[in-house]
Each structure stands twice: as structure tokens, then as C-alpha cells.
């Protein structure tokens, strides 16, 4: 087994960019995200009810519901997507609490694994929702998840904006 991001993370990534690309205060529909970026539609169920209690999503019912970002894309990171549905970022039973491994006091790998957990903590609550999705307003863009053409998960990429 690798080090690696859960699906429930990459999902909970993929709908905050999905979110993140609509007009300001847009609303989208849990089917609309969960097809759109190819979520088994009770799984994105779950990850969205995650991400409301977080506080990085609302949700409004009702006809002209949805759900929409609850905070700025500027205000939002990836350590708070990450932590939303996976709980404190934690790479093994000694990081950070040394008393859960009973060979932390002797361990010359602990300090290394600290280190490493650290760099990633670091790295995701640096990385906005913003910092994902700006480059591309920037160059007359917008980030959009699309589907590849081999049916393998969506790729972000950044699309021409529409005059309107």
C-alpha cells in the first residue's frame, strides 16, 4: 500500500474546484456535481454532508437549492477539505502524539515522519481553493474537471471563459 490521498479526499477536492468554478454565490445540485465529475451519487451524498458540517460548504433546500461555497476561494485550503473528511492529518500512530507508539521514545524514524507530516500540513493549508482556480481566470480561463476521453477519472483543465 502506498502513501497516498483517499478517494473521499480526492471526490471532496474535486467538488470544492467544481464549486469553486461556478459564478459567485452559484449553486449546483448534488447529481449536477456528483455527474459531472463521475461520483457515485451516494458517495457524493456523504462527502457534501462532510463538507457542510465543516463549514466549507451551505446547503439550501427547496427548489432553488444546492449547495455553494461557504467561505471566499481564497479563504478555503486543503488542509480544511482534508481534515473535513479524513479527520486530523496524522501519517502514523507517533505523529503527533508520541505516546501512542510505545517505540517513539527509541524510534529514529519518528523524527522523519514528524518532519515529512509537517511538510505536508505545511503544503496543504499554503494551497487556496483560490490558488487552484485563479491562474486560469487570470489567462481568461476557468478550471474546469473534464471527463478524458479514455473514461478515466476527470482532469482539470482550463477552458476558454464564454462571452456573455
Not at 35 to 61: G, T
Not at 108 to 119: D, F, G, H, K, N
Request: proline share 5%; glycine share 6%; charged share 20%.
Amino acid at each position: 500500500m502506498a502513501l497516498r490521498v483517499t478517494t473521499a479526499v480526492d471526490y471532496a477536492t474535486r467538488a470544492m474546484i467544481y464549486l469553486a468554478c461556478l459564478p459567485e454565490g452559484g449553486l449546483a445540485l448534488r447529481s449536477e456535481i456528483a455527474e459531472a465529475q463521475h461520483i457515485p451519487a451516494s458517495f457524493m451524498a456523504k462527502i457534501l454532508r462532510s463538507l457542510v458540517r465543516a463549514r466549507l460548504l451551505k446547503s439550501s433546500r427547496g427548489v432553488h437549492g444546492g449547495f455553494s461555497l461557504a467561505r471566499p476561494t481564497d479563504d478555503v485550503n486543503l488542509l480544511e477539505i482534508v481534515e473535513a473528511i479524513e479527520g486530523p492529518l496524522s501519517l502514523i500512530n507517533c505523529v503527533p502524539d508520541p505516546s501512542g507508539c510505545a517505540m517513539s521514545n527509541d524510534c529514529p524514524a519518528c523524527s522523519v515522519w514528524l518532519a515529512v507530516q509537517e511538510t505536508i500540513r505545511d503544503t496543504l493549508r499554503a494551497t487556496t481553493l483560490e490558488n487552484l482556480v485563479s491562474t486560469p481566470r487570470r489567462n481568461g480561463g476557468v478550471a474546469r474537471m473534464v471527463a478524458s476521453d479514455e473514461g478515466d477519472a476527470p482532469q482539470c483543465h482550463v477552458v476558454e471563459m464564454k462571452a456573455g
